[in-house]
């Protein structure tokens, strides 16, 4: 058995089919795109996104934005869409704005899918109980919460995968922090992603342990550590393109540099060295308006094959 089949046999992997269709409940004009509140399923979990089109004719590049935690379970889509939150989270709307097809899902546990709670009001000390709950179900059940994020995740690929206005060779993936995590777990899955940017979250489970920075429960998967690491992750998305983006005073991706060189002997072998990049930057976990814009940058880059007109 080949690595990343053990790895989707350690998580318990579902197969999640190759296009889903949707349900619009409703639509927002937003100038440059529209902005469509859809709903769809995943193996039988109902999911709530965002799916953003920007406005003319054409076939466009697309992008998955995975939303991240920042202990905030009542934002999800709603953040990485510009609408609540962190304006430099808002990764999707810009996105849109400059022709992409974008999609973000709602995480299980976030936004629109709290067990007691819809929309993002912020509902902390419930939310916070109920995704210990989902997170021991999970281990208990074998449906874990890194296998459900996995999944929904691919089934948002498919939502895009459906859609005859987007380019399928041009369909990336990208995320911060907790998205970043689901961002390269399921792009070492995925083979439909063709690009990825993981920002803030590439570090090794020996690290979080060793310093005790905390293991998010979405990415606690029994067992994984007696075999792999998140390098064996990273090496699984060659060679096909993949920025990390990290910070000097990160604990979330201390040793992403580390990663990067091991990920990177993959990444030759398969004939794809410059396929495989990182940028560090000084400081910490959050979000700057350089990061922001680099990360805007590199992903148009990858989908429109230019600089974007900002820079």
């Known amino acids: 058995m080949n690595a990343i089949d053990r790895m989707s046999e350690i998580i318990g992997l579902s197969p999640v089919k190759d296009k889903i269709p949707f349900v619009c409940v409703e639509t927002v004009d937003c100038g440059a795109y529209a ?19 920007p406005k003319g004719e054409g076939i466009f590049p697309a992008v ?40 973000s899902p709602d995480a299980i546990c976030f936004e629109d899918r709290r067990a007691n709670k819809q929309g993002t009001v912020e509902n902390k000390e419930q939310d916070d109980w109920n995704y210990f709950l989902a997170l021991c179900n999970g281990i208990l059940t074998g449906e874990t919460l890194a296998k459900i994020a996995i999944e929904d995740a691919m089934g948002a690929i498919s939502v ?69 690491e998140i390098a064996d992750v990273i090496k699984e998305i060659a060679p096909r393109s993949f920025m990390i983006v990290c910070a000097s005073e990160d604990k979330w991706s201390k040793d992403a540099p580390e990663i990067y060189e091991i990920a990177k002997e993959n990444f030759i072998l398969k004939g794809s060295a410059d396929n495989l990049e990182i940028k560090q930057y000084p400081g910490g976990h959050a979000i700057t308006p350089e990061r922001f814009e680099f990360i805007i940058d590199w992903i148009y880059r990858q989908g429109r094959g230019v600089r974007c007109e900002a820079q």
């Open 160 to 228: 895009l995968n459906s859609l005859e206005f987007v380019d399928r060779s041009k369909i990336g993936c990208m995320g911060h922090s907790y998205g970043g995590n689901t961002t390269y777990f399921t792009t070492a899955f995925d083979k439909r992603i063709r690009y990825a940017l993981s920002s803030g979250s590439v570090v090794s489970y020996k690290i979080r342990i060793e310093n005790n920075t905390g293991i998010e429960k979405a990415s606690i998967i029994p067992g994984f550590i007696k075999e792999f």
């Open 35 to 53: 902005r469509s509140r859809i709903e769809y399923k995943v193996n039988g979990r109902i999911i709530y996104a965002y799916l953003l089109i």
């Open 64 to 103: 998955l934005v995975n939303h991240q935690h920042n202990r905030e379970l009542n934002l999800g889509k709603s953040e990485v869409c510009g609408i609540e939150g962190n304006p430099l989270q808002a990764f999707g709307s810009a996105l849109a704005e400059k022709g992409f097809v974008v999609i």
